[in-house]
């Protein structure tokens, strides 16, 4: 889907992953969609198939493909399928939990847990919002005092994708006693790998009923009493922001990406559906609106997997900021609701039904200016850059 983008190595490893996606996602991805859940084996077989924690190094049992390039390969994979839920979970897993466990974790904290990242043992969430505090991570309430060998916590999360599913989180929390009403200072916040088994207090809440992406859980999170060792600060004490924010470029690149590949499969379909489709004893594809329509698409999509690449390949070297990430995440989202509407218009009435792709894509791209940072809080940030 990206032209040019990707080598031998990619499109043998696209190999493993198509053979998974037919055999352990295809047949069931509807189900799962109507069920507002998936079976914990997809994650199973997918570390069978060694698709989960791909950035993990061979010192700790990976194969430590930190190419961006792999994690495309996957989406651009359950896209094919309109699997985005799953494409959604193993973004959470991968692209915001993992890396603050891979560059911030202590090496006790890597020995025991990257394992259990790859085996599907442990499937992690991202716990940084809460009813008051989106993008503004400073408005977090969520406390954790000291106690001992322990943090306690106590707060709310919510829209915490993995939720359910989940066998625990990344939590922000309040460490350095300011008042939760107010918003906190840079050094007021930590992060903490909560675990839920054998954890009471921790309480998961009733599953919020999405727009799209049903089948990738969602939920609220209660922390009541949560007992958290101190060996699962990650991190020092008071470096929450400041590793929410390293880990960023990461995740906005992930929203960027799924955002282009989603709009490439959709456009692919639409071509293939008004060629097809007849309107008046001739197919939509001869009528003018539609060539000129699909024009402009092919173009856009171009533009933004040119810009998409150019942010992946920056990610790779190493040379990936937030604000470039932010760039590339507000573009390509937006382009990609564009464009998905307009391909849902030429599909007529069948694209306003959840049965077709299209449908679905709309749904779930509709997300994707919202979550990792709103495009209202992105163009913030490259104003701010641009200003400075």
Request: charged fraction near 25%; proline fraction near 3%; aromatic fraction near 10%.
């Amino acid at each position: 889907m990206f032209p040019g983008f990707y080598e031998e190595i990619h499109e043998e490893f696209r190999e493993v992953v198509r053979e998974f996606v037919t055999r352990e996602v295809a047949p069931h991805y509807r189900r799962w969609d109507a069920e507002h859940m998936m079976d914990r084996a997809v994650w199973e077989a997918a570390a069978e198939n060694g698709l989960l924690g791909l950035a993990v190094g061979e010192d700790h049992g990976g194969m430590g493909l930190d190419d961006y390039r792999f994690r495309m390969v996957v989406d651009e994979e359950l896209a094919r399928v309109d699997a985005l839920g799953l494409a959604l979970a193993l973004h959470l897993h991968d692209d915001w939990v993992l890396p603050a466990l891979l560059r911030f974790g202590s090496p006790e904290q890597q020995e025991r847990w990257l394992p259990q990242f790859m085996d599907s043992s442990f499937i992690a969430s991202v716990a940084f919002t809460e009813p008051g505090a989106g993008s503004d991570l400073r408005g977090v309430r969520t406390k954790a005092v000291r106690d001992g060998e322990d943090w306690v916590l106590d707060g709310q999360k919510t829209f915490i994708g993995n939720g359910i599913s989940g066998d625990g989180a990344l939590v922000l929390a309040r460490t350095d006693g300011s008042d939760v009403k107010q918003r906190g200072g840079a050094g007021s916040f930590s992060l903490f790998l909560v675990e839920k088994a054998d954890n009471p207090g921790y309480q998961v809440g009733t599953q919020l009923d999405k727009m799209g992406l049903k089948a990738s859980d969602t939920a609220e999170l209660f922390f009541s009493g949560v007992r958290a060792p101190a060996a699962n600060l990650i991190g020092e004490e008071g470096q929450g922001l400041q590793i929410a924010k390293a880990i960023l470029p990461q995740g906005r690149l992930a929203v960027a990406t799924s955002a282009a590949v989603v709009a490439a499969e959709v456009l692919r379909q639409t071509v293939a559906y008004v060629q097809e489709r007849q309107a008046f004893d001739r197919p939509v594809a001869e009528y003018q609106n539609t060539r000129f329509r699909l024009a402009e698409l092919q173009v856009s999509l171009e533009a933004t997997q040119r810009y998409v690449a150019a942010a992946v390949e920056r990610f790779n070297a190493g040379e990936l900021d937030v604000v470039e990430a932010s760039k590339a995440k507000m573009w390509a989202t937006e382009r990609a609701k564009e464009s998905i509407d307009a391909c849902l218009q030429l599909h007529g009435g069948y694209g306003y039904i959840l049965e077709y792709p299209v449908a679905q894509a709309y749904l779930a791209v509709r997300l994707m200016t919202i979550f990792g940072g709103s495009s209202e809080i992105l163009r913030e940030t490259v104003a701010g850059d641009l200003l400075a």
